[in-house]
């Protein structure tokens, strides 16, 4: 059911997707070999799907991280990007997740539309800020987002929208193809490699990027509990996989199929440069401020 001709339907997923069509297309990989769409600008309709999640009640919960100097360098463009881009048909709830509460940005929101704030601390090593947002989004969700919001998206603070982000995106469980591998031999994917690590993998399906996963709020848990835990047994062992939080991901949406792959529109870098499948992009990484804000441990 993978080989589809360009065109041709495909009708998959949850019982909301499987009342919905989706259209393949001749020059990318549009369904993953157990099944999963690949979705791509072009293969839907926006308008059906935002009608279908909209007659389902969904609603969505995004989760982001501005910690320390991160906050003043990313969070408000990415927070007025998402008003116009993310989810506008549906409910959402933004969760701010900050060791400085008082310097979150006060944005107009959309109607529908809210944000909280939840205080974090601060871990002095990077890796350890990011790795720790498993735990953060885990206990949120089990605290409050489960009684508000079916799905859950997470997001690094260091991109903005520039696309439509909508509910085509929405399904069980939902990984992103790293924009600077999915055109990469697997041999060349960044995956741990250290057989001390739980994140060690040999093989996988597609190398995914951390900066964006989601699902419902029961998988999305699951998922970053197990990341936490896994993350969590590497430092009593005193190894720390090579790409931190983004290594156990893998290796979790290796063991865990995703039910829903998201195209690098959904996160593209302007530094790759002109490709010929890339016919939107829905998301830009942000420039990289190494020198100013990644402070050494
Ligand atoms: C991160 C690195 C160096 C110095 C500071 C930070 C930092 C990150 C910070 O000071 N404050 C903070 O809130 N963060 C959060 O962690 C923020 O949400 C940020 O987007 C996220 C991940 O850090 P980032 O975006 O600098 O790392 P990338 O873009 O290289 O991310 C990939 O690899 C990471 C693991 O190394 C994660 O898996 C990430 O999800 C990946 O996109
Ligand atoms: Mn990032």
Redesign the pocket.
């Known amino acids: 059911r993978c080989h589809l001709a360009p065109g041709e339907k495909l009708k998959l997923g949850n019982s909301i997707d499987a009342s919905l069509d989706l259209w393949s297309r001749g020059d990318v990989q549009t369904c993953t070999d157990w099944g999963a769409p690949v979705i791509w600008d072009g293969m839907f309709d926006p308008d059906h799907y935002d009608q279908e999640h909209r007659r389902n009640h969904s609603s969505v919960s995004l989760t982001?991280?501005?910690?320390?100097?991160?906050l003043d360098a990313y969070l408000e463009a990415f927070l007025l990007s998402a008003e116009r881009h993310f989810m506008v048909a549906l409910p959402v709830t933004y969760y701010v997740f900050t060791d400085v509460p008082e310097r979150v940005p006060n944005i107009q929101l959309g109607p529908g539309r809210s944000l909280k704030v939840v205080r974090v601390q601060r871990h002095s090593r990077?890796?350890d800020?990011?790795m720790m947002?498993m735990r953060a989004i885990a206990d949120a969700i089990e605290s409050q987002i489960r009684r508000y919001s079916r799905y859950v998206f997470c997001f690094?603070?260091?991109q903005v929208f520039v696309g439509r982000f909508g509910s085509e995106a929405l399904g069980d469980s939902v990984a992103l193809l790293h924009a600077y591998y999915y055109h990469r031999p697997q041999s060349l994917y960044t995956y741990d490699r250290n057989p001390r690590s739980r994140a060690y993998m040999e093989t996988g399906d597609f190398y995914y990027?951390?900066?964006v996963f989601g699902g419902s709020w029961q998988t999305v848990k699951n998922m970053t509990e197990t990341c936490y835990q896994t993350i969590m047994e590497d430092k009593e062992n005193q190894v720390e996989a090579l790409?931190?939080?983004?290594s156990h991901l893998n290796k979790y949406l290796w063991l865990h199929k995703p039910s829903r792959v998201l195209s690098p529109e959904y996160c593209w870098s302007s530094d790759i440069g002109y490709r010929g499948d890339i016919y939107v992009t829905r998301m830009l990484w942000a420039k990289k401020k190494y020198d100013t804000?990644?402070?050494t441990e």
Do not use: K, P
Not at 64 to 70: E, P, W
């Open positions: 982001v991280f501005a910690v320390g100097r991160y990077w890796q800020i990011s947002r690094d603070v260091d990027h951390a900066a790409w931190h939080d983004e804000l990644r402070i």
